[in-house]
């Protein structure tokens, strides 16, 4: 018994020592390579980097906001990641996330008089539906046959924020004196704002988005449904012959993924603004992809790749702010990252797995 | 005045048509070489970046279309690279190219935002200003739109009446057979990389040289997507591809036009008439499209070694 044990630790710990070089070694060539592109734009890319570190892992401050950021990143990661393990290709995170933050936001100007005992559980729950209902459409097309969902999450992302630009510039807009200049709704009663922690804008979005996590991972690794979900996506066919019913298991996970996403949104407007702005994401959406991509849904490694990419988000406001390099910047960060894990480098010291 | 709007409509549907068709041309022949390409919105871009930028440094539009077509062909190469070298998963390289293309597009164009430029020159269709109710300004467009259904033809000629468009597609049905018939596959999905990013840089620049005369970031606002699902729609046909890109080409003049005469519907409802649209046909027609799709379509293909 001992001796199985000890063997399961070391293996274990092989296995992560094997993770973690892997991701070191990512990060080390993308950040080389986003050098050369920092240098090849005429900006100085150790400064950027001294910058960028010195202020999100050398300031209390700096270290707070690294978290903030790093919220909607693990969300949106976790509203991909599971999806993924029924086969299914959820590129929509961005779409799911404004869809909940537009529901939250209706619910919060709508109960103006709750308490926040009650307010918070209901901006959850709006949060979640919200998003949740956005994904489900997805689901269901796919379902049913009729559309691949990865086209159908892409080409909602476009419409979402318009729905939000559609309230925000016109039935929500706020018409407080000297709000009017920027277009957002009215702001949300103290009792809907979420509350945060330690003096600083790190909110309980944290404490959701680490239960997500926690609860994917049970979901996935330790549940009788976490199985079934592999076995389907491992062999769809198969999994129909044995009686399990694709369709209800789409809807049901792109549901929840959604809802997930829904949850970010909900946070970021609710904690942060305390108002529903247009196009307040930075794409936190498509980052939550790259994310669950990168680490091949592991959570542990979604935790350790949404806090290097919340840095790189602080890094890419701070760059832009410094040496006026544009925030899309960071796009070209995330696409080497990608970049070099898609093309396995076969080296000797890079340990590649093999994705299906 | 309805004749006006009607007129508008149908001048602007030519136009905004013309870009569209392009990028679905290039994504028809990718996907029959069994290559899904979602990175074309970042190709787009490229194309849209440096098209401007070069065109607004030379003060020649036409350079600036073929610097963007040969800069959106390399930057294909990166996808290609990925997806025939490395075996790397189609959506997820596509994806990747998405992001570098949204990022670099943003970094060359930064130095132009704001900037104006002349734009390639209009030619009116002969002898429709003779039309006494035509009005002067309609139908007449440059020669990107001139070319585009014509292309579309030259297209569906390379595609489906020689050897070439014959490899091509076996490549995309049955990379096995094409092997054993002695074809280079690798060789092959790479000249359909190229194409596909030629055309995409095109249309990416003409709607920043020609159409629109400026550069924003992030301007061809999910063009490239919607150019997948037009290929979907079109089932793999180039000529049926014209179709696709004057529907959708219909869907944002609509919306422009209706904006422009102080219509009462919301901006916002009207910007998601061609993404709506783009679904809503994809939902009629999709049910047909696996019978039309390259057999290969996203399969690695493992065995040319």
């Given at each position: 018994m001992a001796r199985l044990l000890r063997a399961t630790v070391r293996k274990m710990q092989t296995g992560w020592v094997i993770a973690g070089r892997r991701y070191v070694i990512i990060l080390v060539v993308a950040i080389a390579a986003y050098a050369a592109v920092l240098l090849l734009a005429g900006k100085d890319p150790i400064k950027a980097y001294v910058d960028t570190f010195s202020f999100t892992l050398g300031s209390s401050y700096g270290f707070s906001e690294v978290l903030v950021r790093m919220i909607p990143l693990l969300l949106t990661a976790v509203a991909v990641a599971l999806p993924s393990r029924l086969g299914l290709i959820n590129v929509g995170g961005e779409g799911q996330l404004y869809m909940g933050a537009w529901l939250a936001t209706w619910g919060a100007i709508t109960f103006t008089s709750l308490p926040q005992a009650a307010f918070v559980p209901l901006l959850i729950v709006l949060g979640f539906l919200g998003g949740g209902a956005w994904a489900s459409v997805a689901g269901f097309f796919r379902a049913r046959?009729?559309?691949?969902?990865?086209?159908?999450?892409?080409?909602?992302?476009?419409?979402?924020?318009?729905?939000?630009?559609?309230?925000?510039?016109?039935?929500?807009?706020?018409?407080?004196?000297?709000?009017?200049?920027?277009?957002?709704?009215?702001?949300?009663?103290?009792?809907?704002?979420?509350?945060?922690?330690?003096?600083?804008?790190?909110?309980?979005?944290?404490?959701?988005?680490?239960?997500?996590?926690?609860?994917?991972?049970?979901?996935?690794?330790?549940?009788?449904?976490?199985?079934?979900?592999?076995?389907?996506?491992?062999?769809?066919?198969?999994?129909?012959?044995?009686?399990?019913?694709?369709?209800?298991?789409?809807?049901?996970?792109?549901?929840?993924?959604?809802?997930?996403?829904?949850?970010?949104?909900?946070?970021?407007?609710?904690?942060?603004?305390?108002?529903?702005?247009?196009?307040?994401?930075?794409?936190?959406?498509?980052?939550?992809?790259?994310?669950?991509?990168?680490?091949?849904?592991?959570?542990?490694?979604?935790?350790?790749?949404?806090?290097?990419?919340?840095?790189?988000?602080?890094?890419?406001?701070?760059?832009?702010?410094?040496?006026?390099?544009?925030?899309?910047?960071?796009?070209?960060?995330?696409?080497?990252?990608?970049?070099?894990?898609?093309?396995?480098?076969r080296l000797a010291w890079v340990p590649s797995r093999r994705r299906p | 005045m309805t004749g006006d709007l009607i007129q508008g409509v149908v001048s602007g549907t030519i136009m905004y048509g013309a870009p569209l068709l392009y990028v679905t041309l290039g994504e028809v022949i990718g996907q029959r070489a069994g290559m899904v390409n979602l990175g074309l919105e970042g190709i787009m871009l490229i194309g849209a970046s440096v098209g401007f930028a070069v065109a607004s440094d030379s003060g020649n539009p036409w350079v600036g279309i073929g610097a963007a077509g040969v800069a959106g062909a390399l930057f294909n190469l990166v996808y290609g690279y990925l997806v025939v070298n490395r075996k790397a998963n189609q959506l997820a390289s596509g994806l990747a190219v998405m992001f570098l293309g949204i990022g670099v597009s943003a970094m060359i164009g930064r130095a132009y935002v704001g900037k104006g430029i002349a734009g390639l020159v209009r030619y009116q269709i002969p002898g429709i200003s003779n039309i006494s109710w035509v009005s002067k300004t309609m139908f007449s467009y440059d020669l990107l739109v001139y070319f585009a259904v014509p292309i579309a033809f030259v297209v569906w000629w390379f595609l489906f009446r020689t050897r070439w468009g014959l490899s091509l597609r076996a490549v995309g049905e049955s990379p096995a057979a094409a092997f054993a018939a002695g074809r280079r596959i690798s060789w092959l999905k790479y000249q359909a990389a190229l194409v596909c990013g030629f055309l995409g840089g095109v249309a990416g620049a003409h709607l920043s040289v020609a159409l629109a005369r400026t550069w924003t970031e992030g301007m061809t606002g999910g063009r490239g997507f919607i150019a997948v699902a037009l290929v979907i729609f079109s089932k793999w046909h180039p000529l049926r591809a014209i179709v696709g890109a004057l529907l959708f080409g219909g869907a944002v003049t609509l919306q422009l036009q209706l904006q422009a005469k102080g219509s009462s519907i919301s901006p916002f409802v009207l910007n998601m008439i061609p993404y709506a649209l783009t679904l809503g046909v994809l939902l009629v027609w999709g049910g047909a499209r696996r019978f039309a799709a390259p057999a290969a379509l996203g399969r690695v293909y493992h065995g040319e070694e």
């Open positions: 046959g009729l559309v691949n969902e990865t086209i159908t999450t892409l080409l909602m992302n476009y419409i979402a924020p318009l729905i939000i630009g559609f309230f925000v510039y016109g039935s929500w807009r706020s018409r407080e004196i000297g709000a009017s200049a920027f277009p957002q709704s009215p702001a949300f009663p103290s009792a809907a704002r979420l509350p945060q922690f330690f003096g600083t804008r790190v909110h309980l979005g944290l404490v959701l988005a680490l239960v997500a996590l926690a609860l994917y991972w049970f979901v996935v690794e330790r549940t009788k449904w976490g199985l079934k979900m592999r076995a389907i996506g491992g062999n769809p066919e198969a999994a129909r012959r044995v009686g399990i019913r694709l369709g209800i298991y789409m809807v049901t996970v792109m549901f929840v993924a959604g809802g997930i996403a829904g949850l970010a949104g909900m946070a970021e407007v609710s904690a942060l603004f305390g108002r529903l702005r247009a196009g307040f994401s930075p794409g936190y959406g498509f980052v939550g992809f790259l994310i669950s991509w990168l680490t091949n849904g592991s959570p542990l490694g979604i935790l350790v790749m949404s806090f290097v990419l919340a840095i790189v988000f602080s890094g890419g406001s701070l760059l832009q702010i410094t040496q006026g390099v544009p925030f899309a910047a960071i796009n070209v960060l995330m696409a080497i990252i990608l970049l070099v894990v898609l093309a396995r480098p | -």
